[in-house]
């Protein structure tokens, strides 16, 4: 028993190895907020806030790390490179640390810090890297922890505060005999860095109390932050003021040659003597606040949190930028795609539809594969942008919600109108009527525009083609609506009737032919909804409505019966799980629910990844989560389909990715169709796959005496069936035919397909 708890204990501590996701995953991330930076063998190194960017200054080329190449994707709070060992540290707010040794493609986690558990969570984060002797002096919040470069492993950890206590070091320096750590809450301590029981508090004196920052070495004087004061040590024991600076000081580092620090709108760097030499601020172009700073083959690097890297040389030649391609943001809200291009916003509004009152900016993937943004200036003020509705007639138009200001329209990437109280039918709240909470928005079939307009008594707006509005009041038929505090999703079936997901009033329904409304709601009201907050709304390819609430998932097979029947009951998808019969999605907060080309379904949950199901729920072909996958955040707020190539994006709240594994690419033409597994024999469970189809292919799937059974057009290179008749009915045993026409019919293909029951 004793050799396998001390095999276990090996195990856990053996480092874990991050996975390369590259083949079929694409990270979208921004690198314009950038905490750290470090530099080394000509190159610079930028910690953003969940992924890296490395500069060579020799080549001026940029390579990017991030969750998709194993990175651990949480929020990173110190970097460190080695040149001696040629190995790259990103240190992380929860305690991990990865490693990259030389230019390998593998990330090593280190999870140590992370898993302990005798220290707590909130005092687990990195702070700081210092090298010595071939060790890295790690600074966390709990005390002082050694790693070995050599050896790639854990030494020891110090808990240098009183009686052996934990200290929060923010920073750590070597100078002459003497190791000397920083702390917020317990001043500045010294021991003697190659004494043999360094371990031991005891060794450990201090210098001096107080709260500081950071402490580095220059020459033969030390250098200490204390709020917006520079202190000095010539005798590694007395601290007196050096320089007194107008902002709280953020970052201070030493090259061995100049010393630079760093406060939020200027970089002051020092000589060996302790001489200004240069000192930046309001360099042009670039407002974004500093974090910190340093200094390589004459030129100044600086870290901000809005603009990347900025570049400024001490020769005072022009300040450049250094920010690889890449949306605005980390914390995308909503998304939507049409082929090769993919359009996010960042408004963001509360859990219970509380206006944030931010004004962001807009980001657009185009279909070279480049990052264009709008700034937050050019948006007329707008606030809180939301929901995204592409006009699929001219997809260079996009309408844009705003919950607060109204309706924003996109032309060719230029904002050219708000649209509000003021020039349209949309209506507001508040005590001057001015904060318009337009939030989900559909297209139909006609091209009008079907707008969302919450708290008052016009629910839904249309802008017709020709730009004209017209409101629609829900007060005299479902007034229960108009106390909801958000509409969630708008979407709008074939026949033209339009469904609403609110806050607190169900699922809404609208008849423009007719002019009926309706509604279903509640548990025991005979809808069998979990929730009446609903978060997500679609219509899938056999014209059922999939719900999904702050607590679950729900099915309407025949979402027209709302208006047609007294009482109307909702689906769950029950599964069987470990033998259990259990409901799907049972309490989770679901975000969205898009529908692919094979009819599947992928969701998105509030906590727990996303998952893509087959299209009766039963089957769960994909679960990403943090652990599984290049997910950054398990909170996933939107999904977006690109509808040519089968990509799917996930807007998480630190990031956005993409998965690319779904869907083949479209074939040039027929002539290399595949369906597999064929025969299908009575053992097989899964999906058909058939392969090697042309953009916006049309497959139809028939009996041997011409029954349709299957239809679906294209949207990649692939699609599935479940073997299903339009998923209702497993099909019997026979010869099925496939017929494949390809765009006007100019091309065609027939494939058979043998099923054995």
């Known amino acids: 028993m004793r050799q396998l708890y001390i095999l276990l204990l090996l195990l856990l501590c053996l480092p874990l190895y991050g996975q390369d996701f590259s083949d ?42 991030s969750t998709i190449n194993g990175l651990s994707g949480n929020r990173i709070s110190s970097i460190y490179y080695s040149e001696a060992f040629d190995t790259l540290l990103i240190g992380y707010e929860n305690g991990i640390i990865d490693i990259i040794v030389g230019n390998s493609e593998n990330v090593i986690t280190v999870v140590d810090i992370f898993n302990r558990v005798s220290i707590p969570p909130d005092t687990k984060r990195i702070n700081h890297f210092s090298e010595f002797n071939g060790f890295v002096y790690i600074s966390t919040g709990f005390g002082i922890s050694l790693y070995d470069l050599g050896q790639l492993e854990f030494d020891d950890s110090y808990f240098i505060g009183d009686n052996g206590s934990q200290l929060n070091i923010t920073q750590t320096t070597i100078l002459d005999e003497f190791i000397y750590a920083s702390s917020s809450d317990g001043g500045v301590r010294r021991a003697i860095v190659n004494n043999s029981n360094i371990i031991d508090f005891n060794n450990w004196s201090t210098i001096t109390t107080g709260s500081y920052q950071g402490i580095t070495a220059l020459d033969d004087a030390l250098y200490l932050a204390n709020g917006t004061q520079l202190l000095q040590s010539t005798t590694g024991t007395n601290f007196t003021p050096f320089q007194q600076l107008s902002e709280t000081i953020e970052d201070l580092e030493s090259n061995g040659e100049v010393l630079s620090v760093t406060t939020e709108n200027t970089v002051t760097i020092y000589n060996t003597g302790g001489v200004v030499t240069n000192s930046f601020s309001n360099i042009p172009d670039f407002d974004s606040a500093y974090s910190a700073s340093v200094v390589l083959n004459g030129s100044l690097f600086i870290s901000t949190l809005g603009s990347g890297v900025i570049s400024v040389p001490l020769n005072g030649a022009e300040a450049s930028q250094i920010l ?39 980001s657009h993937l185009t279909t070279e594969s480049i990052w264009n943004n709008i700034s937050a200036d050019s948006i007329f003020g707008a606030r809180d942008l939301s929901f995204i509705s592409i006009n699929p007639q001219n997809t260079n138009q996009l309408y844009i919600s705003s919950f607060g200001s109204g309706l924003l329209e996109v032309n060719d990437e230029v904002p050219t109108i708000l649209y509000d109280e003021n020039n349209s039918s949309l209506r507001g709240i508040g005590a001057n009527n001015n904060s318009v909470r337009v939030n989900g928005s559909a297209f139909d079939r006609q091209g009008n525009l079907w707008i969302s307009n919450a708290r008052v008594p016009n629910i839904l707006n249309r802008l017709s083609p020709g730009g004209q509005f017209n409101a629609i009041s829900f007060e005299n038929d479902l007034p229960d609506v108009i106390d909801a505090l ?85 689906n769950a998808i029950i599964i069987l799980q470990d033998g259990l019969a259990q409901e799907l999605l049972n309490d989770q907060s679901v975000t969205e629910i898009v529908v692919d080309g094979a009819n599947n379904k992928w969701i998105s949950t509030i906590d727990s990844g996303v998952f893509l199901f087959s299209p009766s729920g039963q089957e769960t072909l994909f679960h990403f989560t943090e652990d599984n996958s290049p997910l950054p955040s398990n909170n996933v707020q939107d999904i977006a389909l690109d509808p040519e190539t089968g990509t799917v994006y996930f807007a998480t709240t630190e990031g956005l990715v993409s998965f690319n594994g779904t869907n083949t690419g479209p074939a040039e033409n027929l002539e290399e169709v595949i369906v597999y597994p064929n025969p299908v024999r009575p053992t097989f469970n899964g999906e058909v796959t058939i392969q090697g189809l042309t953009a916006r292919t049309n497959v139809k799937i028939t009996d041997i005496t011409g029954n349709l059974v299957y239809e679906e057009n294209t949207v990649g290179g692939s699609i599935t069936w479940d073997t299903r008749a339009f998923g209702r009915h497993r099909v019997a045993s026979g010869v099925y035919l496939i017929l494949i026409t390809g765009p006007d019919a100019l091309e065609t293909q027939i494939a058979k397909l043998m099923i054995i029951r």
Request: hydrophobic share 35%; aromatic share 10%.
């Open 486 to 570: 958000g509409i969630d999703d708008v979407v709008i079936a074939g026949d033209g009737r339009i469904y609403l997901g609110t806050s607190n009033a169900g699922v809404a329904g609208y008849d423009p032919n007719t002019g009926n409304f309706a509604r279903i709601f509640g548990e025991e009201e005979g809808a069998n909804l979990p929730d009446d907050d609903i978060r997500a709304l679609t219509l899938d390819r056999n014209g059922s409505l999939w719900i999904g609430t702050r607590r679950g998932l729900r099915v309407l097979f025949s979402p027209s019966s709302i208006f047609t029947e007294s009482s109307v009951t909702t």
């Open 324 to 362: 690889p391609n890449g949306p605005l943001r980390n914390d995308p809200f909503n998304i939507n795609a049409v082929a090769n291009e993919l359009w996010v916003t960042y408004g963001e509004y509360s859990i219970t539809y509380a206006p944030r009152n931010r004004r962001r900016g807009i």
């Open 24 to 65: 079929e995953w694409t990270g979208h991330f921004s690198f314009a907020t950038v905490g750290d930076i470090n530099q080394g063998n000509g190159r610079i190194y930028a910690a953003s806030e969940n992924a890296v960017f490395i500069f060579s200054t020799i080549n001026g080329s940029t390579i990017t790390r």
